[in-house]
DNA sequence: TTACAAACCAAGCGCTTGCTTGGTATTGTC
DNA sequence: GACAATACCAAGCAAGCGCTTGGTTTGTAA
């Protein structure tokens, strides 16, 4: 299972709006926006001129602005979902899942869904509350896998510190790294990687 | 130096606005106002009521919203360069000098300048380009702090990671915390402190 | 060709926003 | 007690916002 088939599969179950399509398009450009702007500071005339359309044909697609911002986090953790899945079946060791995983997350974060990425982080606050809770429902599948791996390696003792606090502490450091990170700054994901591995002084791979 | 004597002097010399003037008051709840709903769903009505006038009023103080968001960060940055110097000064070893500056940065994310110092992450972007030059500057000095103490450490051949990479990661890891630390769940900030030097490895202090 | 729904446009409504204005209390100073 | 500076209020303006409306084009299938 490859990155593309990954994500053809959840279009397949309509998990995912197609990329190619005029929903996904929306979405993706919109994630660009709310991004370098920010959810508030984009306006729906914004987002309309952005697929070349005008702004109350935005409401054809999506019934409020907000519904946008939250397609966007619920597909984007879908996709990732996926993703590490798929990148923790397929490493071996424990260590290896870990960093399998901590490269995953750099990947989502600075590669092609990196926009959407940031907006998970930093829009966080622009969600309805009760789109929150479903958002909230979602993310908790992703994080287990992440703390499954770490408790493994604590049990290994591997790991001095609490999976639930560590998880938390790389939450933030690899979702940071959009902040500053840029793939032509002569690091590439595989050396941030060892970085972020050779901090928590797992080097020893 | 304690944390009372380094705000008085600040104060003395006005980089610090007095948290008990007028000026002063503004600013604290504007921070939590900016942290609960973000700066853009901050009216200038919300932020006059919060201290008790009319709106028209604060631009007798303020000539726009923006310069409120610029004073928060930027007393907040002056405030906490100076908290991490005396931490770093009254730590004596290498190690300690560290998890001083853990221990310090935890407690301005979490402790007094918790509502400021969220804002300084989360409303970087509503800053006006040129007040995104000034507030960088400011905190160049203090990320100079880190640095310092980072390659000592690497040096002594305790850290084995890029100093650089590991202050960027420490910076996102120990803000995020914002989100999900709370002080009442039974886990201190020395606690929480002693975890991140355990996730380094660096636990034989 | 006809029928019908999905996709879109052009216009603008009602509301909120940051900020301005002209004037009135309050405070400090000699 | 005079006088200015400071701090504030009450009212509202111009612009921009999310979203609605009524109508037109485009795509699809019999």
């Known amino acids: ?29 919109a994630a660009k926006l709310f991004r370098d702007k920010g959810y508030e500071r984009t306006t729906v005339r914004d987002l309309a001129a952005a697929v070349g359309i005008q702004s109350g044909s935005l409401f054809h697609h999506f019934r409020t602005k907000e ?18 899945q798929a990148a923790v079946d397929a490493a071996s060791t424990h260590r290896e899942k870990l960093q399998a995983l901590i490269r995953a997350e ?15 982080v930093f829009e966080w606050r622009s ?16 994080e287990q896998l992440w703390l499954d791996v770490l408790e493994t390696l604590r049990q290994d003792g591997v790991l001095a510190a609490d999976p639930f606090v560590v998880r938390r502490m790389l939450t933030g450091a690899l979702s940071w790294t959009v902040t500053w990170y840029r ?3 002569g690091l590439t994901l595989d050396d941030l ?11 020893s791979l």
Chains 1, 2 share one sequence.
């Open 106 to 120: 750099l990947e989502s974060i600075n590669g092609q869904t990196g926009e959407a990425m940031a907006v998970l």
């Open 183 to 185: 793939p032509d700054g």
């Open 67 to 84: 519904e946008i911002l939250k397609a966007v986090m619920v597909e984007t953790i879908r996709l990732n979902t996926a993703l590490m």
């Open 193 to 203: 990687t060892a970085q972020v591995v050779a901090m928590m002084g797992l080097t």
């Open 1 to 29: 299972m490859n990155q593309d088939s990954i994500l053809r599969s959840l279009v397949a179950d309509n998990l995912v709006s197609d990329p190619a399509g005029a929903r996904g398009r929306l979405l993706h450009e």
């Open 127 to 142: 969600l309805s509350e009760e789109s929150q809770v479903y958002v909230l429902e979602l993310r908790d599948i992703y």
